[in-house]
């Protein structure tokens, strides 16, 4: 007969046991890539796990948020996988921060940020996205006051109520698509005035061509308690599982859509058939981060989707083309919410050896998490129907939270 300290270590505590155990194997595996240099893909797995150290790590202004009650501060499960695929070099770059910051926008509850940028010309644009975006937008956030967005009252006619919080919410999706289109807008600025070497200003001697001739896209996600707010700038692409259904965040900007056709005529500008539909023959998107030598027609003004959270919300996906060119929207919600349910059954079941979620994709390579697990299991599936490009995405299990 077991005694009750006995009981008490199974099945609960073998599975925290075996949780540990993963995390600090995660941890060791990243400190001895990142000391002996890389390779072609990265990984990360946020909540508390930082095996991704150039991109991955809490923002500065994690600090602030000690103020906050910890029922405030949810870290959803995120798992991000990058890899160059069949191409010789890695132009692409992701970014995840949790706990980005705490703004009066949302009431001083924290934000959360998750950033996909696709290079091409060179990774030059795409890394400099990577290191900065997160950091202006922060900045930008700081500047809004509660002055700025009209709080609903909590008026006893329910009329009245409605009104106000349709005013609020119209004045949040206002102020959000301000502060992200100034975030885009001095991340270009950023990007056409620092050279491929760090000069600012290019005050060097260095081929002009790492400032003319590269860009980036960029599909940014900013989780807050209440909203998901996308801003969109090329094919990267953001989509959202609700309730098992699709809802697309993001609209790609390709010259051939319509509207985007018609804004780079009107520029001067052309769409030309080459091996697909391209700006000037050049560009296979219409918009990008960079591209001197394409502008006006090429602009980094992003497209902004303002999105209401729901119960129903299940996970958010960002990734770059490399995923979006061989597979669907519906195809890649399918895949990652089967993945992602496979944690619940174990869970029902009782099986702790389940739970610990150790998906092999290699030697040594272990997943923490289940939404790890379902971006290495969307790259896979994308390398076997012959994807050729640099493949980066992102999963953000909107079920789970690091405390659970």
Request: charge should be negative.
């Amino acid at each position: 007969m077991l005694s009750g300290d006995e009981e008490d270590d199974s099945p609960k505590k073998c599975r925290e046991k075996r949780r540990r155990t993963i995390g600090r194997r995660r941890l060791d595996e990243a400190a001895a890539a990142s000391s002996g240099g890389g390779g072609s893909m990265s990984f990360s797995s946020s909540g508390g796990l930082n095996v991704m150290p150039e991109s991955s790590q809490q923002g500065d202004s994690a600090v602030d948020n000690i103020n906050n009650s910890a029922a405030e501060i949810v870290v959803p499960m995120v798992g991000s996988l990058a890899v160059a695929g069949r191409q010789r070099d890695m132009e692409d770059a992701i970014t995840v921060r949790t706990n980005l910051c705490s703004p009066e926008i949302t009431r001083r509850r924290p934000v959360h940020f998750f950033g996909v940028y696709d290079g091409h010309g060179g990774s030059h644009v795409a890394s400099m996205c990577k290191d900065k975006m997160h950091m202006i937008l922060q900045e930008e956030l700081t500047r809004v006051g509660n002055h700025a967005i009209p709080h609903a009252s909590g008026a006893s006619s329910s009329r009245v109520a409605r009104e106000e919080q349709s005013m609020e919410e119209s004045g949040l999706k206002e102020e959000w698509t301000r502060v992200l289109k100034s975030c885009f807008m001095r991340m270009e600025e950023v990007v056409l005035n620092t050279c491929s070497c760090g000069i600012v200003g290019l005050r060097c001697s260095c081929d002009r061509y790492e400032v003319n001739f590269v860009g980036s896209t960029a599909a940014v996600a900013v989780l807050t308690p209440q909203h998901v707010v996308v801003a969109n700038c090329g094919d990267s692409r953001a989509v959202l599982c609700r309730g098992g259904r699709v809802v697309p965040l993001s609209f790609d900007h390709k010259p051939d859509r319509e509207d985007e056709r018609a804004r780079i005529e009107a520029c001067g500008g052309r769409v030309v058939y080459l091996d697909g539909t391209r700006v000037e023959g050049i560009l296979a998107m219409s918009r990008a981060i960079g591209d001197r030598y394409l502008k006006p027609f090429v602009i980094s003004e992003p497209e902004i989707s303002f999105t209401k959270r729901d119960e129903e919300d299940e996970f958010l996906i960002l990734a770059s083309d490399g995923l979006w060119d061989v597979m669907s929207n519906e195809m890649t919600c399918e895949v990652a919410r089967e993945c992602l349910r496979e944690e619940n059954r174990h869970a029902d079941s009782g099986d702790p050896s389940a739970q610990t979620s150790t998906t092999n994709e290699g030697p040594g390579t272990l997943f923490p998490s289940q939404s790890a697990s379902a971006a290495a299991l969307l790259i896979r599936l994308a390398l076997g129907r012959k994807s050729a490009d640099n493949i980066c995405v992102i999963v953000v299990d909107l079920k789970r939270t690091l405390s659970e």
